[in-house]
């Protein structure tokens, strides 16, 4: 039987800790045996998180972003917070190709690719109150 597992990472909105969250959330995964697909897609989606707390939730400015990861039977839940700037329109944020940034050839595509890699994905935010991506993935099936 696979017991659950929980990580709690709190590290400074820097772009050069968006590779750090990625590795860990790989490493967290492996007691559950992932496929290297299902490994990869889970680094991509935790990547784009990432990335979206540090230059949109605090604009590239200083700020905390936490990464909680749980394994639960078969499944790992990915939260990853920032109490940065926050959205006011999340389903507007969610459109494929909306950016806030196109001067920095943002494509847009973050929220898409969070949703194409896994198997569920929630959004709260709120202007001044930060924001929380929700992810979760069932690994071998």
Known sequence: MIE?????????AKSENEAFAR?????????????????????????????????????????KVRMRLKGIQNQVIIE?????????????????LYTTKPEQERSGMGFSFMEAFMDDLRVASAPGKGTTVLMRKKIGE
């Open 4 to 12: 659950n597992n929980n990580v709690e990472l709190l590290f400074e």
């Open 23 to 63: 590795v860990v959330a790989a490493a967290f995964v492996t007691y559950l045996d992932p496929t290297m697909e299902e490994l990869q897609d889970i680094k991509t989606a935790v990547s784009e998180a990432v990335t979206n707390a540090i230059v949109h939730g605090y604009d590239n400015g200083p700020g």
């Open 80 to 96: 990853v917070h920032d109490d940065g700037l926050g959205m006011e329109n999340v389903a507007k944020a969610m459109e494929p």
